[in-house]
């Protein structure tokens, strides 16, 4: 830590102009403001920032106060002085008298990016000083987001932080928004009211939570608030809503369409994701209500070419678990794409579940057959739609397969015809 600049003070209060100040590989300049009052210190600060790193930093002070103690004389050989690494501080904690017992080195920040961090989350910095804060800051990497220019306000009054997000750049987007934290016996309370559009979907959800099946850019709005006393404690108690739409994107990992047409030869294996295999979408959208820690969906829709989806289900957010049941439907053309989500078609359900970092398609046997009257139905609608078709012709129309000519039929497809032909 390093800070230059012109200071003027007095007994009550001071202020450095002019100022630089540099923590780790992190610099500022501008001007600060401290004044003593009766409670706790003022601060305020106009600062413009280069890169920050706050995983980095909390990662260094949490591992400063873990150090343990300079060996005593007669310790191992080997084993004395400061840490030089991570396998030095592990060794340590397993020599007697160097804390073993009462000691157990914690590496912060390195936490299983598949779960969240059980770590208690401190917050007694809250309440060390009041300050009001102007922060233009080139970059931010925060809870392992990379974050772009941001422009942002901090006050912080009685151990009540909040942080007004005027403009920030993530993504290839931008959004502002407003945080708020405030000491609560649970804990920690989080409030969070965050909009950002144009995002690249991808890259935000995999760096925010370990999931990379979606592609495609678009928009994020979320609502939250909650309490505890470490992340999965907070996670369990959210509550609020979140929305999203993204454009012209994928699926990734699935061919749904693909998936279907296995279905209609019998094939009930072969779900497992691949990281080559995509389901375009002109659109995917859907809201959530969110109840302490579960996000419930019940307007999941996707469009795109010869393929519509729509489904829902629910997330649970600190188990970091989905649970979604998703109903595609294969439609006989490209008239209506992006639009009209009741064309014509064959519809099959299957199911999206398991942990979010490694979820699973499954057809949903039990979704398929306790309605046969409905699968019957859409079979006569495709009879009607498709008159004076083959079998042949409708199965391949629906299933987006090539058109091998075949015999004319007159009079509508007979339903029992058609369902043999798809269910074989």
Do not use: C
Request: no cysteine; glycine share 14%; proline share 4%.
């Amino acid at each position: 830590f390093q800070v230059s600049g012109r200071l003027i003070g007095g007994a009550r209060s001071a202020r450095l102009n002019n100022a630089s100040i540099s923590l780790g590989e992190t610099r500022a300049t501008g001007v600060v403001r401290v004044e003593m009052r009766p409670k706790r210190p003022y601060v305020d600060a106009n600062l413009k920032m280069s890169k920050l790193d706050i995983d980095r930093l909390s990662a260094g002070f949490a591992g400063a106060r873990a150090l343990p103690r300079p060996a005593r004389r007669g310790a191992p050989k080997g084993k004395r002085g400061r840490p030089k690494s991570i396998e030095d501080l592990l060794r340590r904690s397993q020599v007697p008298g160097q804390g073993a017992g009462r000691f157990a080195p914690q590496v912060r920040g390195f936490a299983n990016r598949n779960e969240w961090s059980a770590q208690p989350i401190d917050i007694a910095g809250l309440g060390a000083v009041d300050a009001k804060a102007r922060l233009r800051i080139d970059g931010l990497k925060v809870a392992n987001l990379a974050i772009g220019n941001t422009s942002l306000r901090l006050a912080l009054a009685n151990g009540v932080a909040r942080v007004d997000i005027d403009d920030i750049k993530l993504y290839g987007g931008g959004g502002k928004g407003v945080i708020t934290a405030r000491p609560t016996g649970r804990g920690v309370g989080i409030g969070a009211n965050v909009r950002v559009d144009k995002v690249a979907a991808r890259a935000l959800l995999k760096d925010a939570a370990d999931f990379d099946r979606i592609d495609g850019r678009g928009n994020l709005e979320l609502i939250v608030s909650g309490a505890g006393n470490s992340q999965k404690a907070i996670a369990d108690s959210l509550n609020g809503t979140a929305r999203f739409a993204f454009q012209d994107g994928a699926i990734v990992g699935w061919n749904i369409a693909k998936i279907i047409r296995g279905l209609q030869q019998g094939q009930f294996s072969n779900f497992d994701a691949v990281s080559s295999e995509r389901t375009d979408f002109s659109e995917l959208a859907s809201t959530f209500t969110i109840t302490n820690g579960i996000a419930t969906t019940r307007d999941l829709r996707m469009t795109s070419p010869l393929l519509r989806v729509a489904g829902d289900g629910e997330v649970r957010i600190g188990a970091r678990n989905l649970n979604l049941a998703l109903r595609p439907r294969l439609v006989s053309s490209l008239r209506g794409q992006g639009g009209r989500s009741n064309n014509g078609g064959l519809e099959i359900p299957v199911k999206l579940k398991g942990p979010w970092h490694d979820p699973r398609i499954v057809p949903d046997v039990k979704g398929l057959t306790e309605d046969p009257g409905r699968l019957i139905d859409q079979a006569k609608k495709l009879g009607k739609q498709f008159k004076g078709k083959s079998v042949g012709d409708i199965v391949r129309g629906v299933l987006g397969q090539p058109d091998e000519g075949g015999e004319q039929q007159s009079g509508n497809v007979k339903p029992k015809e058609l369902l043999k032909q798809l269910f074989r």
